[in-house]
């Protein structure tokens, strides 16, 4: 007996919520732009008037990198999480799990779902700031590429999380006292170099500081730690995150009330 890939049930999936998203459209897509461009102005304009420039690049300019990534990961993270939990939450997940289709396609179907709304949320910003400051791609590609990847990776990561939380306020732990402080530490608004060498050496040990770089090294090609690092931290979290997957359907772990 051969496999044959359940499309209609991915597609499903995938259409029901990204129709959620646009259903909400303000607080889904239009609040995560306007809070971004909320910090472009207080760390562009208001730190920009002394550190004027960054690795010979417009401080305004340095920080559209990190703001994108910290856009990219936090809603990765939450539309996955929300949307993997509210069937759990309502208990159609059982629904899910009974019928024909393999755990593969529940997660493509919704990991898809959030990794597709995080990269369009991302690419509106990074447009919008083309706007109010000079910003040229270098490598369009690679950017996108990498968009892909670390939206998939965080968006495996929020559906673990979904599935594991037992409540809403548990959906938000690890976004707000984990990610978030990885994120803002992860060289976003500043480059490393400028830290004392125990800050430095301790900043390498930020797994966020190397995605950050190197999504800023296929705008500007600048970055604080070799790309192709870049690429094995963001592949080898993607590989965590996979197997755990893997682990919680194949033993049904917090699956089952």
Known sequence: MYYTFNTHAVWAIYKSEMA???????????????????????????????????????????????????????????????????????????????????????????????????????????????????????????MILYLILISVTFAMLGFIIGICAQNFEQLQIIPLLVVTPLVFLGGSFYSIDTLPPFWRTMSLLNPVLYLTSGFRWSIMEISDVNPVSSVVVGFTLFSVCLTCIYLIFRTGFCLRR
């Open 20 to 142: 959620r998203a646009f259903r909400n459209i303000m607080q889904n897509i239009i609040s995560p732009v306007i809070s971004t461009c909320l910090y472009f102005v207080v760390f562009g304009a208001a730190s920009g008037l002394r550190l004027l420039k960054v690795d010979d690049v417009n401080y305004s300019t340095f920080i559209v990198p990190g703001l994108v990534m910290l856009t990219l990961v936090t809603q990765s993270i939450t539309s996955a999480s929300f949307g993997i939990y509210f069937p759990k939450f309502t208990g159609t997940i059982y629904e899910i799990l009974s019928a024909p289709i393999s755990p593969l396609e529940i997660v493509i179907g919704y990991v898809g779902a959030a990794a597709s709304k995080s990269i369009m949320l991302c690419l509106i910003i990074l447009f919008t700031s083309s706007f109010i400051v000079e910003i040229t791609v270098s490598h369009p590609l690679i």
